[in-house]
């Protein structure tokens, strides 16, 4: 599998996020917090969103680095999804940043791959 995040992977419909926020799944593991809509065993890796909320993270340079580094971490361990045979995969997951201080990249890696590991 590529390890690439192309633009197809990215969550950007403002409907299909409304509809996760309202019917998705949810798993914390702190620092984040994973929505998820359930869609059975995909080929194609879900569309997925980073967010950071601007009420911890006042200035655009922080939330931006937050999400960068998140998204970083997912793109070198999003395989972890597709070597789950038995279990289903999501087709639209939304990754959100609940700590309230910056968190170093080989911190929220460790904990992102733990959130994409146990999702259901």
Do not use: C, W
């Amino acid at each position: 599998m590529e390890s690439t995040l192309p633009k197809e992977e990215r969550l950007s419909s403002k409907k299909t996020i409304k509809e996760l926020f309202a019917k998705g799944s949810s798993l914390y593991l702190y620092p984040f917090r994973l929505l998820y809509l359930p869609a059975g065993t995909a080929t194609a890796p879900p569309q997925v969103l980073f967010t950071v909320p601007k009420k911890h993270f006042k200035k655009a340079v922080s939330r931006n680095l937050l999400k960068r580094r998140m998204r970083e971490a997912y793109r070198r361990h999003k395989a972890i999804l597709f070597l789950r045979a038995e279990k289903k995969n999501p087709a639209f997951l939304a990754i959100l940043y609940i700590a309230k201080e910056e968190i170093p990249f080989d911190i929220i890696e460790k904990k992102l791959i733990l959130a994409l590991g146990r999702m259901e």
